[in-house]
Protein backbone atom coordinates (compact mmCIF):
# COMPACT_ATOMS: atom_id res chain seq x y z
CA UNK A 1 0.00 0.00 0.00
CA UNK A 2 0.83 3.41 -0.53
CA UNK A 3 1.63 6.12 1.65
CA UNK A 4 -0.16 9.18 1.50
CA UNK A 5 2.82 11.07 0.51
CA UNK A 6 3.01 9.35 -2.60
CA UNK A 7 -0.85 9.19 -2.93
CA UNK A 8 -0.51 12.99 -2.86
CA UNK A 9 2.73 12.88 -5.52
CA UNK A 10 0.41 10.57 -7.47
CA UNK A 11 -2.28 13.08 -7.48
CA UNK A 12 -0.14 15.63 -8.40
CA UNK A 13 1.07 13.82 -11.47
CA UNK A 14 -2.22 12.94 -12.76
CA UNK A 15 -3.46 16.33 -12.43
CA UNK A 16 -0.43 17.73 -14.73
CA UNK A 17 -0.90 14.72 -16.80
CA UNK A 18 -4.81 15.67 -16.87
CA UNK A 19 -3.85 19.73 -17.80
CA UNK A 20 -0.67 18.34 -20.57
CA UNK A 21 -3.83 16.36 -22.17
CA UNK A 22 -6.13 19.59 -22.49
CA UNK A 23 -3.56 21.25 -23.73
CA UNK A 24 -2.30 19.05 -26.69
CA UNK A 25 -6.01 18.28 -27.39
CA UNK A 26 -6.16 21.88 -27.83
CA UNK A 27 -3.27 22.67 -29.93
CA UNK A 28 -4.38 19.38 -31.90
CA UNK A 29 -7.90 21.31 -32.66
CA UNK A 30 -6.01 24.65 -33.55
CA UNK A 31 -3.81 22.57 -36.45
CA UNK A 32 -6.83 20.61 -37.70
CA UNK A 33 -8.60 24.12 -38.18
CA UNK A 34 -5.77 25.48 -39.60
CA UNK A 35 -5.20 22.53 -42.06
CA UNK A 36 -9.69 23.39 -42.80
CA UNK A 37 -8.97 26.62 -43.53
CA UNK A 38 -5.97 27.13 -45.34
CA UNK A 39 -5.66 23.92 -47.46
CA UNK A 40 -9.13 22.85 -47.40
CA UNK A 41 -8.37 19.30 -45.67
CA UNK A 42 -10.57 17.82 -42.63
CA UNK A 43 -8.83 14.91 -41.53
CA UNK A 44 -4.78 14.08 -41.24
CA UNK A 45 -5.10 11.79 -43.97
CA UNK A 46 -6.88 14.23 -46.33
CA UNK A 47 -3.43 16.57 -45.78
CA UNK A 48 -1.11 13.66 -45.91
CA UNK A 49 -2.95 13.25 -49.46
CA UNK A 50 -2.60 16.65 -50.06
CA UNK A 51 0.95 16.87 -49.25
CA UNK A 52 1.84 14.36 -51.54
CA UNK A 53 0.18 15.80 -54.29
CA UNK A 54 2.12 19.11 -53.45
CA UNK A 55 5.63 17.15 -54.03
CA UNK A 56 4.37 15.33 -57.03
CA UNK A 57 3.77 18.96 -58.67
CA UNK A 58 6.92 20.23 -57.13
CA UNK A 59 9.13 17.62 -59.01
CA UNK A 60 7.34 17.85 -62.28
CA UNK A 61 7.61 21.68 -62.16
CA UNK A 62 11.37 21.06 -61.11
CA UNK A 63 11.70 19.52 -63.99
CA UNK A 64 10.09 21.80 -66.34
CA UNK A 65 12.18 24.50 -65.17
CA UNK A 66 15.54 22.82 -65.93
CA UNK A 67 14.51 21.85 -69.12
CA UNK A 68 13.79 25.39 -69.95
CA UNK A 69 16.87 26.87 -68.26
CA UNK A 70 18.85 24.38 -70.50
CA UNK A 71 16.46 25.28 -73.92
CA UNK A 72 17.22 28.80 -73.32
CA UNK A 73 21.22 28.23 -72.65
CA UNK A 74 21.11 26.60 -75.92
CA UNK A 75 19.38 29.52 -77.29
CA UNK A 76 22.02 31.79 -76.37
CA UNK A 77 24.80 30.04 -76.53
CA UNK A 78 23.56 30.10 -80.86
CA UNK A 79 23.26 33.30 -80.40
CA UNK A 80 26.59 34.08 -79.16
CA UNK A 81 27.98 32.01 -82.01
Same mark, same amino acid.
Given at each position: ?????? $??? =? +???????? !? !???? @??????? @? $???? +???????? $? +????? =? =? !?? @?? +???????????????? @??????????
Amino acid at each position: MKTEKE $LIE =L +KSEIEESK !T !TISE @LTGQKTA @L $LTQF +KNDWRCES $L +KEAKQ =L =L !TQ @LE +KDDRIFDRKIKAETER @LEDIMEDEEN
